[in-house]
Protein backbone atom coordinates (compact mmCIF):
# COMPACT_ATOMS: atom_id res chain seq x y z
CA UNK A 1 0.00 0.00 0.00
CA UNK A 2 1.27 3.44 -1.06
CA UNK A 3 1.24 6.24 1.72
CA UNK A 4 0.84 9.87 0.97
CA UNK A 5 3.59 10.17 4.20
CA UNK A 6 5.72 8.42 1.92
CA UNK A 7 4.98 10.65 -1.52
CA UNK A 8 9.01 10.69 -2.08
CA UNK A 9 8.23 6.68 -2.90
CA UNK A 10 6.57 8.02 -6.19
CA UNK A 11 6.94 10.50 -8.26
CA UNK A 12 5.52 12.52 -10.83
CA UNK A 13 5.58 9.81 -14.39
CA UNK A 14 5.37 6.76 -11.84
CA UNK A 15 3.13 4.42 -13.17
CA UNK A 16 0.20 3.68 -10.24
CA UNK A 17 -2.75 0.93 -10.34
CA UNK A 18 -6.07 1.71 -9.54
CA UNK A 19 -7.57 -0.64 -7.54
CA UNK A 20 -11.25 0.46 -7.39
CA UNK A 21 -11.08 0.87 -11.13
CA UNK A 22 -8.74 -1.25 -12.54
CA UNK A 23 -6.85 1.41 -14.62
CA UNK A 24 -3.26 1.66 -14.78
CA UNK A 25 -2.34 5.94 -14.81
CA UNK A 26 0.28 8.37 -14.28
CA UNK A 27 0.93 9.53 -11.18
CA UNK A 28 0.69 13.50 -11.55
CA UNK A 29 0.52 14.66 -7.61
CA UNK A 30 -1.33 14.49 -4.08
CA UNK A 31 -3.65 16.74 -3.70
CA UNK A 32 -6.17 16.87 -0.35
CA UNK A 33 -4.66 13.88 1.08
CA UNK A 34 -5.94 11.74 -2.77
CA UNK A 35 -2.94 10.64 -5.55
CA UNK A 36 -4.07 12.11 -8.84
CA UNK A 37 -3.65 9.79 -11.84
CA UNK A 38 -3.61 10.38 -15.62
CA UNK A 39 -4.53 7.97 -17.99
CA UNK A 40 -1.75 6.40 -19.80
CA UNK A 41 -1.57 8.89 -23.16
CA UNK A 42 -3.00 11.59 -21.67
CA UNK A 43 -6.61 12.70 -20.75
CA UNK A 44 -8.64 13.68 -17.92
CA UNK A 45 -7.51 12.90 -14.45
CA UNK A 46 -9.03 11.51 -11.42
CA UNK A 47 -8.03 10.60 -7.53
CA UNK A 48 -7.08 7.70 -6.04
CA UNK A 49 -7.10 6.79 -2.48
CA UNK A 50 -3.10 5.90 -1.82
CA UNK A 51 -4.69 3.04 0.36
CA UNK A 52 -6.26 1.74 -3.15
CA UNK A 53 -3.40 2.45 -5.65
CA UNK A 54 -0.29 0.01 -5.83
CA UNK A 55 2.63 0.01 -8.19
CA UNK A 56 1.12 -1.79 -11.77
CA UNK A 57 2.53 -4.75 -12.82
CA UNK A 58 4.11 -5.11 -16.50
CA UNK A 59 1.13 -7.10 -17.67
CA UNK A 60 -1.11 -4.35 -16.62
CA UNK A 61 0.95 -1.29 -18.22
CA UNK A 62 0.96 -3.54 -21.54
CA UNK A 63 -2.81 -4.05 -21.50
CA UNK A 64 -3.35 -0.59 -20.70
CA UNK A 65 -0.98 0.86 -23.82
CA UNK A 66 -2.79 -1.58 -26.08
CA UNK A 67 -6.30 -0.34 -25.11
CA UNK A 68 -5.55 2.66 -25.38
CA UNK A 69 -4.33 2.07 -28.57
CA UNK A 70 -7.13 0.52 -29.49
CA UNK A 71 -9.43 3.61 -29.11
CA UNK A 72 -7.39 6.23 -31.11
Known sequence: ??????KSAIAPGDY???K???????YRETFV?????????????W???DADARRPTAAEVARAWAAREERT
Not at 1 to 6: G, I
Not at 20 to 26: A, D, N, S
Not at 34 to 39: A, D, F, S, V
Open 20 to 26: TTGRVGE
Open 47 to 49: PVS
Open 1 to 6: MLRVKR
Open 33 to 45: GRLWLRPLGGGRE
Open 16 to 18: LYD
